[in-house]
């Protein structure tokens, strides 16, 4: 395995089952353990699966070994999660990560915390992702998260246009993060590297590069129209520098993003010059 550059280590959880991948289970599990023993196998981060995916996934990794399988769940609700802990860790071959929580329409943000809190607490080495919700309730519930050990999850991207934050709203997101001190996670839409146009459904699509930049620039002070520049910069050989120039309380900051591909961002960023050359 060539080591890549530590700032990039567990960049990318592998999501390859959401769309657009929509990659079958059992071909994710076979490629997320191809992928952590692959050139970059040090980028990867859990294999993500829906918690009703769990029975299926019992019954795929049977044959694997104890705990072989890194692995972060989504769940509809809070008051599901204990069921997802407690499924999760039924499952021999299954090392959980993560836990990433949705907050449904109409639940107040501060009955959020509470029934996380409830239902599972701060179970050991388990992050516990919860999705900060698009509305007025968002600064209520990142208030709330900042006095937990819980991190936050945004959505940068979706199958319709209404569902990528434009740069304005994504940068007042990530400002609103660094100022609270809450670590957070970034999924849907997050396709390239760089800031792009896509050319078959014409949306604007965020770079994940740029979102790195983003939260380094926020840390280090920057305005919202100076983080809303960056995310909108398409000069990859701009971001490709700059992201070499992040400190490392970035990574602390911006923990990793959702990807349906791991050999595309892995290429993109080999082609920028930020890991070296793929191995083939």
């Keep these: 395995m060539t080591r890549s550059p530590a700032g990039f280590d567990g960049l990318l959880d592998d999501a390859a089952v959401f769309p657009p991948g929509n990659l079958p289970l059992g071909q994710a599990v076979h490629a997320h353990l191809t992928h952590e023993l692959g050139a970059h196998g040090d980028l990867v981060g859990p294999l993500v699966v829906a918690q009703a995916d769990l029975p299926a996934l019992a019954e795929l990794t049977g044959d ?41 329409e109409g639940l107040a943000a501060r009955d959020v915390v509470p029934t996380l809190m409830a239902a599972v607490g701060n179970p050991v080495g388990v992050a516990v992702y919860v999705e900060l919700p ?24 979706g199958v319709r246009a209404d569902l990528y934050p434009d740069e304005s709203e994504l940068a007042g997101a990530i400002l609103a993060l660094t100022g609270a001190g809450v670590g957070f996670k970034a999924t849907a839409g997050l396709h390239h590297a760089i800031r792009n146009t896509d050319p078959e459904t014409g949306f604007e699509q965020h770079g994940f590069l740029n979102l790195i930049v983003a939260t380094d620039v ?63």
């Design 64 to 104: 694997l070994p104890v705990d072989s399988l890194p692995l972060t769940i989504t769940v509809a609700s809070p008051d599901t999660a204990d069921l997802a802990l407690e499924r999760a860790r039924s499952i021999n071959a299954v090392r959980l990560v993560a836990l990433e929580v949705a907050v449904p």
């Design 134 to 157: 698009r509305d007025e309730r968002r600064d209520t519930l990142l208030a709330e998260l900042a006095t937990t050990p819980y991190l936050a999850k945004l959505r940068t991207g």
């Design 218 to 280: 926020a840390l280090g002070g920057a305005d919202r129209d100076e983080v809303a520049k960056w995310l909108a910069e398409r000069d990859g050989r701009r971001l490709a520098d700059r992201v070499a120039a992040t400190s490392p309380a970035t990574r602390q900051a911006f923990r990793s993003f959702g990807t349906c591909s791991i050999d595309e961002p892995v290429a993109e960023l080999a082609a920028l010059g930020l890991l070296g050359e793929v191995a083939r």
